[in-house]
């Protein structure tokens, strides 16, 4: 056990003493002090912690929409851009390093030292990658858990699902960059690997999702797109049929990849606030800003952030982490150091 937590602190050192570390933790207090500087007054909506005041009739101080509006702000905005992809990218930058690095001669040498299996050393190692992804989540969603906690008096320990969700959706592109630096020993072909395969499942994610939308949203509000000039007409929901099947063929094609946006946007389900009025489920933050409230395009946009079941996101992904993790562990395995 002792020999167990000298490793993983060993690699929480090295983390900490990267450049990258402290250059993502302090966008991440940035970006943390940004959201928390954003308030309700009676009229509207204020940033800067009362800095600059904007009249916005339907979002004010103590009403369901001014709950919505700092909720879909968090899932939609944050949670979307700057935690599941901004901060992933900085994280992958920081950690690629940590296999070829461990696997250089001298290194290696101590670690097989240790009365540990090559199994357990990977994984500690592994465990230490995403600790940097943890460690950074969990401050920021102090922060936020603050900020909403004085500006909605909603103290919602809900938004601490950030920390595993986020860890996660990092970890299936983390064993991608592991597996890559064991087989390859290389800093750069580790990180430009795990990038070019994050980049090609996330190609996979949009083209099921707008499919989804062209197929199954669009025609359940008599619409269709023109595929050759981009334009929108009316039209009849069964003429969707050769969409459906397309989207078919991309959702068997996309189950057995990593769904590290799908797990992202999981957290627009997981975080409900407590407010003025029950928490309106399909409602993005451009429709809410807008003002304009249109039932059934909500009940359609819940029905397509719903469309796939948490098992099926998380187990899917799983399992195609535990392969490539697997994989990993018998070439560590068998390589002779």
Same mark, same amino acid.
């Given at each position: 056990?002792?020999q167990a937590?000298?490793?993983?602190?060993?690699s929480?050192?090295?983390?900490?003493?990267?450049?990258?570390?402290?250059?993502?933790?302090w966008?991440?207090?940035?970006?943390?002090?940004?959201?928390a500087?954003?308030?309700?007054?009676?009229?509207? &909506?204020?940033?800067?912690?009362?800095?600059?005041? =904007?009249?916005?009739?339907?979002i004010?101080?103590?009403?369901?929409?001014?709950t919505?509006?700092y909720?879909?702000?968090?899932?939609?905005?944050?949670?979307?851009?700057?935690?599941?992809?901004?901060?992933?990218v900085?994280a992958l930058?920081?950690?690629c390093s940590?296999f070829?690095?461990?696997?250089?001669?001298g290194s290696?040498?101590?670690?097989l030292?240790?009365?540990?299996?090559?199994?357990?050393?990977?994984?500690?190692?592994?465990?230490g990658?995403?600790?940097?992804?943890?460690?950074?989540t969990l401050?920021?969603?102090?922060?936020a858990?603050?900020? &909403?906690?004085y500006?909605?008096?909603?103290?919602? !320990?809900?938004?601490? !699902?950030?920390?595993?969700?986020?860890?996660f959706? =990092?970890?299936?592109?983390?064993c991608v960059?592991?597996?890559?630096?064991?087989?390859?020993r #290389?800093?750069?072909?580790s990180?430009?690997g795990s990038?070019? =395969? !994050?980049?090609?499942t996330?190609v996979?994610? !949009?083209?099921e999702d707008?499919?989804y939308?062209?197929?199954y949203?669009?025609? +359940?509000?008599?619409?269709?797109?023109?595929?050759? #000039?981009?334009?929108?007409?009316e039209?009849?929901?069964?003429q969707?049929?050769?969409?459906?099947?397309?989207?078919?063929k991309i959702?068997?094609?996309?189950?057995?990849l990593?769904?590290?946006r +799908?797990?992202?946007?999981?957290?627009?389900?997981?975080i409900?606030l407590?407010?003025?009025?029950?928490?309106?489920t399909g409602?993005?933050?451009?429709?809410?800003?807008?003002g304009?409230?249109?039932?059934?395009? +909500?009940?359609l946009?819940e029905q397509y +952030?719903?469309?796939?079941?948490? #098992?099926?996101?998380?187990g899917?992904?799983?399992?195609?982490?535990l392969?490539v993790?697997?994989?990993a &562990?018998?070439? =560590?395995?068998?390589?002779?150091y």
């Amino acid at each position: 056990m002792t020999q167990a937590l000298t490793i993983l602190l060993d690699s929480l050192r090295m983390l900490r003493a990267s450049k990258m570390f402290w250059i993502s933790l302090w966008i991440s207090a940035l970006v943390a002090l940004s959201y928390a500087s954003i308030g309700f007054t009676d009229v509207g &909506i204020s940033l800067g912690f009362g800095m600059m005041n =904007f009249q916005v009739p339907f979002i004010r101080r103590d009403t369901a929409e001014a709950t919505e509006f700092y909720r879909l702000l968090f899932t939609d905005v944050i949670v979307r851009f700057w935690l599941g992809w901004f901060s992933l990218v900085l994280a992958l930058i920081s950690t690629c390093s940590i296999f070829p690095q461990f696997l250089q001669p001298g290194s290696i040498d101590l670690a097989l030292s240790k009365p540990l299996s090559r199994a357990r050393l990977f994984l500690l190692k592994y465990l230490g990658g995403l600790s940097f992804v943890a460690t950074q989540t969990l401050l920021f969603c102090v922060v936020a858990f603050i900020a &909403i906690g004085y500006r909605l008096d909603s103290w919602s !320990w809900q938004v601490f !699902w950030a920390v595993p969700v986020i860890t996660f959706s =990092f970890s299936l592109v983390f064993c991608v960059s592991a597996l890559i630096g064991v087989l390859t020993r #290389s800093m750069i072909f580790s990180l430009l690997g795990s990038l070019l =395969f !994050w980049a090609m499942t996330l190609v996979a994610q !949009w083209s099921e999702d707008a499919l989804y939308k062209m197929a199954y949203v669009l025609p +359940e509000m008599g619409l269709k797109i023109d595929l050759a #000039s981009g334009g929108i007409s009316e039209a009849d929901p069964a003429q969707s049929n050769d969409l459906r099947e397309t989207h078919r063929k991309i959702s068997a094609l996309v189950a057995i990849l990593p769904k590290t946006r +799908e797990c992202t946007l999981l957290l627009k389900r997981l975080i409900v606030l407590e407010g003025p009025a029950n928490p309106r489920t399909g409602l993005d933050l451009g429709a809410l800003l807008s003002g304009n409230s249109d039932a059934e395009l +909500e009940r359609l946009m819940e029905q397509y +952030e719903q469309r796939h079941s948490v #098992s099926y996101l998380i187990g899917t992904s799983l399992a195609f982490e535990l392969l490539v993790l697997g994989l990993a &562990i018998v070439v =560590f395995q068998r390589r002779d150091y």
